[in-house]
């Protein structure tokens, strides 16, 4: 299902306030079969500035359309919408399909596996349109994949942004654990008083 914004996005689930760009761990974000390494990190940015791709955009090798894109968060969030806008002329992506907390899949995972979830897309070159999540099953992601079989017929595939819109839901568990182990009391910091020159018992 895909929203359309012909309403006020402030009155609606489609402010910033619920973008996840925030929440992605940008230096950690990769894609497969990119014609320009690193070019994937280009589109992603605030989603007032979905529209300016002035800092470039994610493009695949010619006469190969199929894209992967990796994208790791920095803590784990609940997905509510996805929004992709692609290029003209035939290069926008036709077809998404989605796999959550699974690390390194390649071009013949991505089409061997069950996706979480997949859409066919429209050109959406204004970056009015967002396309719902099945919401039960976008909760706790702590990075999802993104795979783009095909296009409208380009010799190749533009993105020139990725949108994530949703909420954060906890730290991420080696956070978490770091953060409990520093709690945890540390016996040497229980020495008895007699041991240093005092006069107390051992705190029990």
């Known amino acids: 299902m895909a929203c359309l914004h012909d309403h006020s996005c402030e009155e609606h689930d489609c402010s910033s306030d619920w973008s996840l760009y925030k929440h992605i761990d940008l230096s950690k974000v990769s894609a497969l079969n990119e014609a320009v390494s690193g070019s994937v990190k280009s589109v992603f940015r ?10 470039g955009h994610l493009e695949s090798n010619e006469g190969d359309p199929e ?3 990796f994208i790791p968060f920095t803590s784990d969030v609940k ?11 035939g ?24 996706p979480v979830q997949e859409w066919d897309l429209v050109e ?36 020139h942004y990725i949108g994530l819109k949703g909420e954060a839901t906890q730290l ?16 040497s910091d229980h020495k008895t008083r007699s041991e240093t020159g005092g006069g107390l018992s051992q705190v029990e």
């Open 46 to 55: 605030a989603w007032e500035q979905r529209l300016n791709s002035s800092e």
């Open 67 to 69: 894209l992967i894109v």
């Open 79 to 89: 997905i509510k919408s996805i929004s992709i806008v692609g290029g003209a002329d």
């Open 91 to 114: 290069t926008s992506p036709a077809k998404m399909r989605v796999f959550i907390n699974r690390d390194g899949i390649d071009f013949s995972d991505a089409q061997s596996m069950q």
């Open 124 to 159: 959406n070159l204004q970056g009015v349109l967002e396309y719902q999540t099945r919401y039960s099953r976008f909760q706790s992601v702590g990075n999802i994949t993104l795979h783009f079989p095909e296009n409208f017929g380009g010799e190749t595939t533009q993105i």
């Open 172 to 187: 991420k568990r080696d956070v978490v654990a770091t953060i409990v182990y520093e709690l945890m009391p540390n016996p």
